[in-house]
T-cell receptor
Framework: GNSVTQMEGPVTLSEEAFLTINCTYT??????LFWYVQYPGEGLQLLLK?????DKGSNKGFEATYRKETTSFHLEKGSVQVSDSAVYFC?????FGQGTTLQVKP | DAGITQSPRYKITETGRQVTLMCHQTWSHSYMFWYRQDLGHGLRLIYY???????DKGEVPDGYVVSRSKTENFPLTLESATRSQTSVYFC???????????FGQGTRLTVV
């Protein structure tokens, strides 16, 4: 069946550092892939998505590319800010990864 | 207001009691979902519904009951609450199965 594996956290970075959060998946067919973000005390909200192979989703400086050959959808940002501190979830249809907590220090 | 709303936001109940968590969406989305969020487990799907009167089990359905008589509502009932059901519960909806989900603010349930 479908599954999502996400790197464990927490990830602690200094402001302006480069961020990568790894996500790999197992799927039948070609489902859409998503990254969601959860700020403290809130529900999840969509960060970005990609609907087919080689698509790149982007939003707020974050990017992720749907790689069919490596079954990956890694989240990246070139320069993180303190306000990016949150929990990030990789998702495939109804299935979510375990979440990765990001803490950015000034 | 348009969106997806959950009630209550916080609930404390006793072991063995029945409790119902409410979820209401205003977009007429076909799909609705219930997840629980626990430390170390991420989000786990409890039940989902593809349309009114159509529901299906997710990863962790035991101890929960759902119904969907109207498209906009998807209540989750714990028939006899146990301490292991202490968690944060999220309701979500989506237009189709493979489209983005919109989440409510969550219900923090504590079973004592």
């Amino acid at each position: 069946g479908n599954s999502v594996t996400q790197m464990e956290g927490p990830v602690t970075l200094s402001e302006e550092a480069f961020l990568t959060i790894n996500c790999t998946y197992t799927a039948t067919g070609y489902p859409s892939l998503f990254w969601y973000v959860q700020y403290p005390g809130e529900g999840l909200q969509l960060l970005l998505k990609a609907t087919k192979a080689d698509d790149k989703g982007s939003n707020k400086g974050f990017e992720a590319t749907y790689r069919k050959e490596t079954t990956s959808f890694h989240l990246e940002k070139g320069s993180v800010q303190v306000s990016d501190s949150a929990v990030y979830f990789c998702a495939l249809q109804l299935i979510f990864g375990q979440g990765t907590t990001l803490q950015v220090k000034p | 207001d348009a969106g997806i709303t959950q009630s209550p936001r916080y609930k404390i109940t006793e072991t063995g009691r029945q409790v119902t968590l409410m979820c209401h969406q205003t977009w007429s989305h076909s799909y609705m979902f219930w997840y629980r969020q626990d430390l170390g487990h991420g989000l786990r799907l409890i039940y989902y519904s593809a349309a009114a009167d159509i529901t299906d089990k997710g990863e962790v359905p035991d101890g929960y009951v759902v119904s969907r008589s109207k498209t906009e509502n998807f209540p989750l009932t714990l028939e006899s609450a146990t301490r292991s059901q202490t968690s944060v519960y999220f309701c979500a909806s989506s237009y189709r199965r493979n489209t983005e989900a919109f989440f409510g603010q969550g219900t923090r349930l504590t079973v004592v």
